[in-house]
């Protein structure tokens, strides 16, 4: 039953739940937040500082709160003002967070599995956090630590990584399953990190669309329609300056509707669409030559080797690395050497200044070799894919893709948009790389207009570059502190590697490749954080070097991959198997995954709870800090993840290294924070509050490191509790600075933007030479079928896609929120339904509202939905929500709501980072017993 809630009914609610003391600054200034008369709530209110927690945009917000019969309550929510990145604007998900922590089905004390009761069942009693812990503690002493798995949502994976990592480091475990990598990090965002060089590029790049002129969408309705404020405020603005925007989507989703041209793509098709841009772009000459020649690979020169690969023209150490690559010098017409890492060009080996050539003259060598230039093998490569080959593949007119190459190549600045979650094919790392290829083309990177690199990264990079001038290396940092994909090459260091581990076991995933691989069977080369070989692990099917590699323990932070993780069925099996002697969730709501737990730890909502360190401002360019203050006082009897870790650390024996551990990875002074958590122990208050005070010690000495101007924790916080934030240079000084390849190289091997990819080249030496590992160019045709040649679809037969939708984040139990539901009411059918085209439906005879069954035609699981008939949608391709279908009927609003997405889904991963191909399939859709 659909359930509404009115503000009287809200307001009572919260008057009969628990009560706070005022808030209290950890250095002890005086009263958080602002006193502010009238708006939308009533009477005087306190406006307290705080960060959204709906998504994974991190949007700066202000929160009301008011004393009501005696007791603080949390009664408004609204953007902060003085926010750079959301700029006071907030979303229907974040206006209505308020009901999370107020919502009567929250997981409000420790709860442990009646004995004898089946995981998969709600059958739980109530336990004191002393029996949880000392019932988690017991289990985990009795197995190995690399028997031992952390899941993690984006919540744990990015606010508390600071925390997890050393966390696992501490304990021994080499085992993370972290959902924003497999789904996203690792899939959509690598193609555009092979480019330049960044790591995440919802963090760290801030697509500027206020000031572009051409704004190009393929594959992402998410980053401005349905997740994220702050790009969603400079889309805004494109429209109202002006801005052209094309967007390819089968659908006319939410950003297609804003769209001045809606193209609809045949599904998994853009690649071509791209590739035949990229031909476009080469042969009408509509790129920066003076930029791609001086901060690009492009130059390189190259050879093809006794094995038929493509490889750079260089020097190499004796550690096997580049010492120098060759360009082609236009001034003195020979060939020259440049360094190895630096962010230009420019200037040969030596110091001489040079012009290297994009286009090599025809017979050049180098020693004893043909060689060209990168740049001259995308002429070569590119020559197949011209607008009518792509016509064929995504049903749009030959004049249409050259038209649209054209207008983008000659209206500057002009943007393809870096896409966010895309693990959906076989090439969409490849087609996230070319979208990054084409915005290099024209110069577009830190440019405005264009792709903005972060506060954060600018600055980490900065420090790199100047390590690098001094002789040093990045190895000597710790992960966090390395700038973009040095981050990624820091993980692997530790994860994939056994001898970072006492036990010689890495983590499951990189033991399942290397197992795989011995035996001849697809692996995949990065793993990271992924599922892959979990369950083999579970089942004991796992051995590594001979070794069996069991997992027996598994401990999911604010993770629920039964709805989030595809299939549902092999997440279900994984947490309800006999040789699991442990699950434990720690979460807000009861998902359906805490379903399979044994121990249920219930979490401080983000309006309860201060944040245990300061964060960068996401994709802002500008560098600058904020955090969280806690709004109220816990209402139940939850707790803070970090008190949460510390105290299981604590019960391993391990909480001393597990806390310097923190204390380096977060940069905080080690010997305070010892004094602070002692302190807190003594007086029996939670740690929470020791780790940010400490925090804004440490910020007081960066703020002095970044401005030269020394800050004292005081001020810091005072700033913070009156803002809301810390800036510390603005976007346009760090931009004149920092600028990145202009003054100060990218994140890659090289310094410059890679449009030849080292990495993809390294895999193609392991792998064979394949389109996958095509470190030029490499067309990877969209797959959904086991036939080849595909074959034509059957009259009930569609193309599938997914995705999400305004009022819902991917990865969150907000969908039980009351108000997002009778917002939801009157778009019910497009918010929940599956979407299929009006005319198609009536050849079907099938009706706007009727139940249909859809069943995967290449894998066979089939689901249930609520069909929604529109016009905004190819006739070959039907649509589905990907935030609904939860099981839990614990949940009162959102339990049986909508279809589970991911009931629909095989186990299909590629074998770059293994991550999910879930659209690779067709299904048909026929009435509920038809």
Same mark, same amino acid.
């Given at each position: 039953m659909h359930k509404t809630i009115s503000r009287r009914q809200f307001l009572k609610v919260a008057g009969v739940l628990g009560g706070m003391s005022l808030l209290r600054p950890v250095w002890s200034l005086g009263q958080a937040g602002s006193p502010e008369q009238g708006g939308a709530v009533s009477g005087t209110v306190v406006w307290v500082p705080s960060i959204c927690n709906f998504c994974s945009s991190f949007c700066d917000i202000k929160v009301a709160t008011k004393e009501i019969d005696g007791v603080k309550r949390a009664v408004k929510i609204e953007g902060n003002a003085e926010s750079p990145l959301n700029r006071g604007k907030i979303c229907a998900r974040g206006q209505a967070g308020l009901y999370q922590t107020y919502d009567p089905d929250r997981l409000k004390q420790p709860l442990i599995r009646v004995e004898g009761s089946k995981r998969g069942e709600w059958n739980f009693r109530a336990a004191t956090w002393d029996e949880a812990y000392r019932h988690i503690i017991g289990k985990l002493q009795k197995v190995n630590p690399w028997e031992i798995s952390l899941v993690g949502g984006w919540t744990a994976c990015v606010s508390y990584m600071h925390f997890s990592l050393p966390f696992c480091q501490s304990?021994?475990?080499? @085992?993370?399953?972290?959902?924003?990598?497999?789904?996203?990090?690792?899939?959509?965002?690598?193609?555009?990190?092979?480019?330049?060089? @960044?790591?995440?590029?919802? #963090?760290?790049?801030?697509?500027?669309?206020?000031?572009?002129?051409?704004?190009?969408?393929?594959?992402?309705?998410?980053?401005?329609?349905?997740?994220?404020?702050?790009?969603?405020?400079?889309?805004?603005?494109?429209? /109202?300056?002006?801005?052209?925007?094309?967007?390819?989507?089968?659908?006319?989703?939410?950003?297609?509707?804003?769209?001045?041209?809606?193209?609809?793509?045949?599904?998994?098709? #853009?690649?071509a669409f791209f590739l035949a841009m990229l031909h476009t772009l080469l042969r009408e000459k509509l790129y920066d030559g003076p930029f791609v020649s001086k901060h690009t690979n492009a130059p390189f020169l190259s050879f093809v080797d006794e094995k038929g690969a493509v490889q750079l023209a260089a020097d190499k150490g004796a550690d096997g @690395?580049?010492?120098?690559?060759?360009?082609?010098? !236009?001034?003195s017409q020979e060939v020259r050497a440049v360094p190895a890492y630096t962010n230009t060009n420019e200037r040969t080996k030596s110091g001489s200044r040079i012009q290297p050539g994009l286009n090599a003259p025809n017979n050049l060598t180098w020693q004893g070799r043909p060689v060209t230039t990168v740049f001259d093998r995308f002429i070569a490569e590119s020559e197949p894919?011209? *607008? +009518?080959?792509?016509?064929?593949?995504?049903?749009?007119?030959?004049?249409?893709?050259?038209?649209?190459?054209? +207008?983008?190549?000659?209206?500057?600045?002009?943007?393809?948009?870096?896409?966010?979650?895309?693990?959906?094919?076989?090439?969409?790392?490849?087609?996230?790389?070319?979208?990054?290829?084409?915005q290099t083309l024209v110069g577009g990177i830190d440019r405005p207009g264009g792709w903005m690199m972060n506060g954060e990264l600018h600055h980490k990079a900065e420090v790199s570059w100047h390590n690098t001038q001094q002789g040093k290396s990045d190895k000597d940092l710790l992960p966090v502190q390395?700038?973009?994909?040095?981050?990624?090459?820091?993980?692997?260091?530790?994860?994939?590697?056994?001898?970072?581990?006492?036990?010689?076991?890495?983590?499951?995933?990189?033991?399942?490749? +290397?197992?795989?691989?011995?035996?001849?069977?697809?692996?995949?080369?990065?793993?990271?954080?992924?599922?892959?070989?979990?369950?083999?692990a579970v089942r004991g099917e796992l051995k590594y070097h001979g070794r069996p590699y069991n997992i027996k323990a598994i401990i999911l932070n604010a993770a629920n991959p039964i709805r989030h993780y595809f299939p549902a069925k092999r997440w279900e099996e994984i947490l309800s198997h006999k040789n699991i002697d442990l699950v434990v969730a720690v979460d807000v709501l009861p998902s359906d995954s805490t379903l399979y737990a044994d121990v249920i730890l219930p979490n401080h909502t983000y309006l309860?709870?201060?944040?245990?360190?300061?964060?960068?401002?996401? *994709? @802002?360019?500008?560098?600058?800090?904020?955090?969280?203050?806690?709004?109220?006082?816990?209402?139940?009897?939850?707790?803070?993840?970090t008190d949460i870790l510390c105290a299981i650390a604590e019960g391993m024996g391990k909480l001393d290294s597990y806390i310097h551990g923190i204390a380096e990875y977060a940069g905080l002074d080690?010997?305070?924070?010892?004094?602070?958590?002692?302190?807190?122990?003594?007086?029996?208050?939670?740690?929470?509050?020791?780790?940010? /005070?400490?925090?804004?010690?440490?910020?007081?000495?960066?703020?002095?490191?970044?401005?030269?101007?020394?800050?004292?924790?005081?001020?810091?916080?005072?700033?913070?509790?009156?803002?809301?934030?810390?800036? !510390?240079?603005?976007?346009?000084?760090?931009?004149?600075?920092?600028?990145?390849?202009?003054?100060? *190289?990218?994140?890659?091997?090289?310094?410059?933007?890679?449009?030849?990819?080292?990495?993809?080249?390294?895999?193609?030496?392991?792998?064979?030479?394949?389109?996958?590992?095509? *470190?030029?160019?490499?067309?990877?045709?969209?797959?959904?079928?086991?036939?080849?040649?595909?074959?034509s679809l059957n009259a009930d037969e569609f193309y599938f896609t997914y995705g999400k939708v305004p009022v819902v984040s991917h990865a969150s139990t907000n969908n039980n929120n009351a108000v997002l539901a009778a917002v939801t009411k009157p778009k019910e059918g497009a918010f929940t339904g599956l979407w299929m085209n009006a005319t198609k439906a009536l050849a079907l005879g099938l009706r706007d509202g009727q139940e249909v069954e859809v069943t995967n035609l290449r894998y066979g699981p089939k689901v249930t939905a609520t069909l929604f008939v529109t016009e905004m949608i190819r006739p070959d391709t039907v649509f589905l929500p990907s935030s609904y279908g939860s099981r839990n009927k614990m949940l009162s609003v959102a339990g049986g709501k909508g279809t589970a997405l991911n009931e629909l889904m095989p186990y299909s991963i590629e074998p770059i980072a293994a991550s999910f191909m879930s659209q690779e399939f067709t299904v048909s859709v026929t009435p509920v017993n038809s």
């Open positions: 304990l021994g475990i080499p @085992n993370i399953v972290a959902s924003p990598l497999q789904h996203c990090v690792t899939a959509g965002h690598l193609g555009t990190d092979l480019v330049t060089g @960044n790591f995440n590029v919802h #963090d760290e790049i801030l697509a500027d669309f206020e000031n572009a002129r051409y704004i190009l969408f393929s594959l992402n309705n998410a980053s401005v329609a349905a997740i994220s404020t702050a790009r969603a405020v400079r889309f805004g603005q494109a429209k /109202k300056n002006g801005a052209k925007v094309v967007c390819l989507d089968p659908r006319m989703g939410e950003l297609a509707a804003k769209a001045d041209e809606w193209i609809p793509v045949k599904p998994g098709t #853009d690649h @690395n580049p010492t120098a690559y060759y360009v082609f010098d !236009l001034i894919y011209t *607008p +009518e080959w792509a016509s064929k593949i995504t049903d749009i007119p030959a004049s249409t893709i050259k038209r649209i190459a054209v +207008e983008f190549g000659q209206a500057r600045p002009a943007m393809v948009d870096p896409g966010w979650m895309g693990a959906r094919y076989h090439h969409l790392i490849g087609q996230r790389r070319l979208q990054a290829i084409i390395r700038p973009g994909m040095g981050f990624a090459y820091g993980l692997l260091d530790i994860f994939a590697n056994p001898g970072a581990w006492e036990h010689g076991m890495p983590a499951f995933s990189f033991a399942w490749a +290397e197992e795989q691989a011995k035996a001849g069977k697809q692996s995949a080369f990065l793993p990271a954080m992924a599922d892959t070989g979990l369950l083999e309860e709870r201060n944040e245990p360190l300061l964060y960068p401002l996401g *994709p @802002n360019t500008g560098i600058g800090f904020t955090t969280r203050i806690r709004t109220i006082d816990p209402i139940y009897d939850t707790r803070d993840t080690h010997a305070m924070l010892k004094r602070e958590i002692a302190a807190a122990k003594k007086a029996g208050k939670p740690l929470n509050e020791a780790f940010l /005070k400490t925090a804004y010690e440490a910020m007081g000495h960066f703020a002095e490191h970044v401005t030269g101007k020394h800050m004292s924790a005081a001020e810091v916080e005072a700033t913070i509790m009156d803002k809301g934030l810390l800036m !510390l240079k603005d976007a346009d000084t760090v931009v004149e600075e920092m600028n990145m390849p202009r003054k100060i *190289p990218v994140p890659t091997s090289t310094g410059r933007l890679e449009l030849f990819s080292p990495i993809l080249s390294s895999f193609g030496e392991k792998a064979g030479r394949t389109p996958l590992f095509d *470190p030029v160019l490499g067309y990877v045709p969209r797959v959904v079928s086991d036939k080849s040649p595909e074959p």
